[in-house]
């Protein structure tokens, strides 16, 4: 994932701003990490360079 994707990304529970924690980059890509939400406190992993949006209740 590139960083600048954090502008247009949203929470998608409640629409509000993410924050991004890098674990493991390659170059300009984050390839593990994780995205934060600002306003519920979900965390969102990223593994392989893509993030896992979906609500934690529907994920495996």
């Not at 954090?6 to 170059?27: D, F, H, N, V």
């Not at 519920?40 to 360079?49: K, L, M, T």
Request: hydrophobic share 30%; net charge negative.
């Amino acid at each position: 994932m590139k960083p600048d994707l954090l502008e247009i990304l949203r929470c998608p529970l409640c629409r509000a701003e993410l924050t991004l924690t890098s674990r493991k980059t390659e170059g300009a890509e984050i390839v593990e990490g994780s995205l934060s939400c600002k306003k519920c406190h979900v965390e969102y992993p990223i593994s392989d360079g893509i993030p896992d949006l979906l609500p934690p209740d529907e994920r495996d």
